[in-house]
């Protein structure tokens, strides 16, 4: 996949001047915000789940190598293979392998960000495999040849009108004068047309959300059924998953699957779980022949043992891209790679470097939502903040940024000037905030405030306001 | 090779615990298999079995409850009431036996996986969750995975007594049955029929599976 995280300045300015898409967040910012409220407020357990769904993943993180070889084991003797794959392209290879023994010309894909990850169609299409998307927002923006905007929703940047123009430019087989006017008539459209392509599939690709060490199991978590019918119809079935997808039980799996679809979609199920455990057995009328797990690193076990180990029990909800003030006003693509939102902020520098990836964790208020609703916890700013560090301490951050930072440093370590110049700053900010408390106008920041509000303070200084509040000479350092 | 260099970067970075120690972490939460926080469900079996019923339909799910040899009979006045062709495919599964020797006045029965030719499968559940109205499917000749998939309406039955509060007491059950660390090659968790809200988040019915679920609760 291209990468364009190291523009994502000029990323961001063209998301906030792209009519079209500012019309397509305001879909994220209603929707998902309150169906996560709702589902949450309905299950009084969801907060004492949300600890135990950490807790889970902390332990499996400490056991990992355990777990991951008692996980594969177990795929073995249900009759599966697993694969292992350090890179990316290590992955890519050892699935193009597999593809081409089972002679394979047209592959099947149930939705995966991993697959995002490895940049697996790409490749498979340079290969002479013809990789086709199943997942509804996959399948639209696979022929749009975008990547997907959001985790869950990978095609929230598009609307009707759109996909209505691309199955016209797409299937024209069919009569051009068809009822397209319905979101149902497109869906019926689409369903048609994926129909025959998984009957005629000879491979099945899916992601997992689960692994299931206990028994081997890798679990797809869905509500259209495409994943079901990728890995159920051809004759060899894939699953693509990373090592922190491993759960040790299937009463592990349930607890974090409680808090998975609340977080994701706000269902409180959602409608596909689907469990498999190896490939056909004898006296099975369906299924497939073979099973295949490819077991990918790339990186993460460079996070195991530091301070972005939290990360690892991301279960890719997509709760906090939903909740983040960012994420809704420039989008998933803005982000310049796979990850958007807080967890890509997280994730992407690892993956990328933190030279090409370091602007991410820049963009981002500090606003505490994205940890607010994380099912499992992960303490997103604090971890963005990390990546701030080092990018700090590598001399990545922009000059200008650089020389603030030290004035604002030099300030800092002299409390008696710090006061006077903080107060001298807030009384001024108080004067430009008039009567709304908000300003669109920051000296020497108009870049800031273009498409944001600065909040004005009240007028004096915290540490001033904490002297008034608790007596004179209160001890506030 | 790939698995051991992941394998040994691993227990590097997991410098706090020998490899001994983590094993033996892993095997015994296995072993134990710790059942976790439950939400509270209804106590009486009368109760859950109408709080399943309950969420099964908010999840768009109908339901219809009647006794074990009406089976035949509730289904054909579904497909009835729906102008569908009172065919339907199902597997040998035999509790469906009342089905499989219904009259072709009432009903025609094939047997066997789909080939995506048919409107109507019938499964047979082993289990519902009251928790959120969820089926819980096992694959094999008794119920072939594609018919959950494939058919346009998918009719599910299941017994009244199977009818649970969480998902944690499916996989005891499944334990008991096929062994410890064993399990069917599929097991389906089905909650409502298939839908997809891709489209401008408008929540549609029907994306690739079954545009109807109807559930058969059976007293027995
Ligand atoms: S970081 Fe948390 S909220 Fe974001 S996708 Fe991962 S689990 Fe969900």
Redesign the interface.
Known sequence: MHITSPQFKQNAKAALADEQLQR?LT?VRK?FIDKRAKAAAA???FE??RD?AAA?KN?VL?????????FES?VIS?GGKV????TAG?ARGLILDICRKAGARTVTKGKSMISEEIGLNEFLENAGIEPVE????EY?IQLRGESPSHII????HV??DQ?RDDFRRVHTHLPPDREMSE??S??KEA?GI??DR??KADVGITGANFLV?????TIIVT????G??TQ??PRVHVVIAS?EKIV?????M??I??VLARSA?GQ??????????????K?????PDEFHVV?L?NGR??M???EFQDMLRCIRCGACMNHCPVYHAIGGHAYGWVYPGPMGSVLTPQFIGVEKGGQLPNASTFCGRCEEVCPMRIPLPKLMRHWREQEFSGHLTPPAQRRNLKAWAWLAKRPKLYHVATRLAARGLWLLGGRNRRTGFLPFAGAWTRHRDMPTPEGSTFLAQWRKHTGAGGNAS | MNREFILEKLGRNLKNSTPGKRESNALERIRNAPGGILPVQPRTATARVAHFIEKAKEAQATVAVCASSGVANAIAEWLRSHNLPKEVRTGQDNRLSALHKAKDSILTVKQGPSDGSDLTGVSHAECGISETGTLALLSGADNPTSLNFLPENHIVVVRRSDILAHYEEIWPRLRKRFGKGKMPRTVNLITGPSRSADIEQTLLLGAHGPVRLHIIVTED
């Open positions: 397509s879909h929707n299950l009084p357990e004492a789940l135990n889970i332990h400490e056991n990992l190598d355990a777990y991951l070889e008692i177990n249900n694969h292992w794959a350090a290590d199943t997942d509804l927002g639209i929703a990978p095609a929230v609307n009707m996909v979101p149902e497109l869906l369903r994926l129909r998984f009957i060490a206990e028994t081997g199991t509500n259209e059924g495409n079901d019918l159920t119809l090592i040790p039980t299937l009463e592990d349930s607890q699957m409680r979609t409180e199920m959602s409608v596909y779980t689907t469990l498999s455990s190896g490939p056909r057995r006296g099975d009328p369906d299924g077991l690193d076990s460079d195991l043992g530091t």
